[in-house]
């Protein structure tokens, strides 16, 4: 008899999930027509944040020489950029290499000449209009390689807030637009999502400065940037 009355208390339990599965889910059903609307909103700014790689590269006869000279005159970077009051959290290593250089001659083996070894970081400069002369303080310093800049924007969500906007607004306009052409109206917003359109910084001029180029009068322009939403939007018509 208990074996009996526990078959049934698990199959009672059960009755509640197999009920459940078998329920249909309700789906969204429109009388209408079913637009659907891709639309971009865009807006512009001044970048902020100038990303710039700088670092140093050595050749020795031996390998601890091309390393030992490297770290010498990298550390004379790193301290000025410390002097122009770039913070720790700003200065990212970005490449540590070390690479045998030979010399190749016909029907000869390649013969070892010596070693080359660099050394870059990444450097953040939160004020742009300084940026060219701390460049050319690194140069004075040592660095003789000096890539960049990539110019972005530090806090770009309230932009990308307002590029939202106006791309749901292009939305409505055009969902109106393309309801007008048909003879009919807008009935109501199905749906809305944010699709991958949010556009990323942009690398823009690109320089190179080396140190054998003698002092440079560096200047960063930082001009403007795109940011871009897209949104892709349902809509009934009727």
């Given at each position: 008899?208990?074996?009996?009355?526990?078959?049934?208390?698990l199959g009672a339990s059960l009755l509640p999930a197999a009920v459940a599965a078998q329920t249909p889910v309700a789906v969204q059903?429109?009388?209408g027509t079913r637009?659907?609307?891709?639309?971009?909103?865009?807006?512009?700014?001044?970048?902020?944040?100038?990303?710039?790689?700088?670092?140093?590269?050595?050749?020795?006869?031996?390998?601890?020489?091309?390393?030992?000279?490297?770290?010498?005159?990298?550390?004379?970077?790193?301290?000025?950029?410390?002097?122009?009051?770039?913070?720790d959290r700003d200065i990212q290593t970005s490449?540590?290499?070390?690479?045998?250089?030979?010399?190749?001659?016909?029907?000869?083996?390649?013969?070892?000449?010596?070693?080359t070894a660099s050394n870059s970081v990444n450097v953040r400069f939160r004020d742009i209009r300084n940026s060219g002369r701390i460049l050319d303080a690194l140069v004075a310093e040592g660095a003789n390689q000096i890539n960049g800049p990539t110019l972005t924007i530090d806090k770009p969500e309230a932009a990308l807030d307002e590029a939202r906007t106006k791309a749901l607004a292009v939305g409505r306009a055009r969902a109106d637009l393309y309801a007008r052409?048909?003879?009919m109206r807008v009935v109501r917003l199905l749906s809305v999502s944010e699709g991958g359109g949010i556009s990323p910084p942009q690398?823009?001029?690109?320089m190179q400065t080396r140190a054998e180029s003698g002092?440079?009068?560096?200047?960063?322009?930082?001009?403007?940037q795109q940011l871009?939403?897209?949104?892709?939007?349902?809509?009934?018509?009727?």
């Amino acid at each position: 008899m208990k074996t009996i009355l526990l078959g049934l208390a698990l199959g009672a339990s059960l009755l509640p999930a197999a009920v459940a599965a078998q329920t249909p889910v309700a789906v969204q059903t429109i009388a209408g027509t079913r637009l659907d609307i891709s639309a971009v909103g865009e807006v512009s700014r001044v970048p902020d944040i100038a990303i710039i790689s700088a670092g140093v590269v050595t050749r020795s006869t031996s390998a601890t020489g091309a390393i030992q000279e490297n770290a010498d005159r990298m550390e004379r970077v790193r301290a000025a950029l410390k002097r122009a009051g770039i913070a720790d959290r700003d200065i990212q290593t970005s490449s540590i290499n070390l690479n045998p250089e030979y010399r190749y001659a016909e029907n000869q083996p390649p013969a070892l000449v010596g070693y080359t070894a660099s050394n870059s970081v990444n450097v953040r400069f939160r004020d742009i209009r300084n940026s060219g002369r701390i460049l050319d303080a690194l140069v004075a310093e040592g660095a003789n390689q000096i890539n960049g800049p990539t110019l972005t924007i530090d806090k770009p969500e309230a932009a990308l807030d307002e590029a939202r906007t106006k791309a749901l607004a292009v939305g409505r306009a055009r969902a109106d637009l393309y309801a007008r052409a048909l003879g009919m109206r807008v009935v109501r917003l199905l749906s809305v999502s944010e699709g991958g359109g949010i556009s990323p910084p942009q690398p823009m001029v690109m320089m190179q400065t080396r140190a054998e180029s003698g002092s440079a009068d560096s200047k960063i322009d930082p001009g403007e940037q795109q940011l871009s939403v897209t949104v892709a939007m349902s809509f009934e018509l009727q």
